[in-house]
């Protein structure tokens, strides 16, 4: 899937530039840079033209590029992904 990235978002782009989601370099790009330097609605916006699992396993790949603040939401958002242990006291 191609999409036009923002100009206020990709300062450091070509006004017009497209990026294909589907390649994984790509998206991991996208979805740090929206993480990142995006509002609310920019976010949103990320989540409808991505799936859940493209979004989720991009950002384990870039996670380690994340600002502390913006990892940690959402690795408390997903929750954790290893089975759970009886020690487990988190709600989700």
């Not at 923002?6 to 390649?23: M, V, Y």
């Not at 990142?36 to 380690?64: E, W």
């Amino acid at each position: 899937m191609k999409t036009t990235v923002e100009k206020r978002l990709f300062w450091f782009l070509k006004e017009g530039t497209e990026f294909d989601l589907a390649d994984e370099s790509y998206l991991d790009i996208y979805v740090q840079q929206v993480l990142t330097r995006g509002n609310s609605s920019d976010i949103r916006a990320l989540l409808r033209i991505v799936s859940p699992i493209d979004f989720k396993n991009s950002f384990y790949r870039i996670q380690n590029f994340l600002p502390h603040e913006v990892k940690s939401f959402w690795e408390e958002g997903f929750g954790d992904t290893h089975e759970s242990s009886e020690q487990d006291t988190h709600p989700f």
